[in-house]
């Protein structure tokens, strides 16, 4: 066979491509796998250079920064407060509960300190959020007219006849949502230490979320009107006045739990 020059081989290779040819095929046929697999070829020396630093341990404030516990930081924040303004900036100071970064205001509590009731709601909704108080809205007008119904009201000067109001949760959720576990943890130690100031003689859970942060369980329709026991103190769960405005029928059972109440005091 004749050698082509450049400019024909060219020719000749596109005229095969305009053919339908599309992949080059060897005259005899090759057994690859009786083929020896070639060796990799050798790696290639560095450039000279400076070297790379040496890893160094992490300091102690970063390793105390990635081992951070929210729960551990809440409650040493939490047991350094010695009465209820500073437990109230301690919790204003708590960066770690990404609720406060959507919420107005931080809803600390309302009523008399040293009410011989304290009474935990869930968490401030919208009305409560604009104002910064505990239930203000529709549920808390509810609950106003219960407490009236035994005696109780939130600003009686009398420690006897007054009662003293909070939230698990001091911040509003996005939409009113519940609160997650993970919020409600690092809140508890706020709690507790917000109970032991407030030194109540009984307290009343309102709805799923205080019962499943101060007992640990839910499930209030079950729950509601039996006594059990936290912090050291006799504790009633009680339906949301929330639910109630969706379940007035639920009105006869949150009177018998309120007579309940009267009857412990």
């Known amino acids: 066979m004749e050698q082509l020059d450049r400019d024909e081989a060219l020719k000749a290779l596109a005229w095969q491509i305009e053919l339908g040819a599309d ?76 609720l406060r970064n959507g919420a107005k205001n931080l809803v600390f509590s309302d009523g008399q300190p040293g009410a011989r009731v304290m009474i935990i709601g869930e968490a401030p909704g919208r009305d409560e959020d604009a104002a910064g108080k505990p239930f203000v809205g529709r549920a808390g007008q509810i609950l106003d007219r219960m407490l009236q119904a035994i005696g109780l009201t939130r600003a009686h000067a009398d420690p006897a006849h007054a009662a003293y109001i909070t939230n698990i949760i001091p911040w ?13 943890a ?37 729950m509601r009107g039996t006594w059990d026991e936290a912090f050291g103190k006799p504790v009633l769960p009680m339906f949301h006045p929330a639910y109630l405005l969706r379940n007035p029928s639920a009105k006869r059972h949150a009177w018998e739990d309120l007579l309940s109440l009267k009857a412990r005091l």
Do not use: W
């Open 172 to 184: 509003r959720p996005p939409q009113n949502r519940d609160p997650k576990p993970a919020e409600i």
């Open 23 to 98: 992949e080059a095929i060897l005259d005899t046929p090759v057994d690859r796998y009786a083929l020896k697999p070639e060796a990799p070829p050798a790696p290639r020396p560095a450039p000279a250079g400076p070297s790379a630093p040496a890893a160094q341990e992490p300091s102690p404030e970063a390793t105390e920064a990635f081992d951070l516990d929210p729960v551990a930081v809440a409650r040493k924040l939490a047991s350094e407060a010695q009465d209820l303004a500073a437990l109230q900036a301690a919790l204003a100071a708590y960066p770690h509960c990404e």
């Open 186 to 222: 690092m809140m508890m130690p706020f709690v507790e230490r917000h109970v032991a100031l407030a030194e109540p003689q009984a307290i009343v859970l309102m709805g799923n979320i205080a019962c499943q942060g101060v007992l640990g369980r839910r499930g209030i329709t079950r």
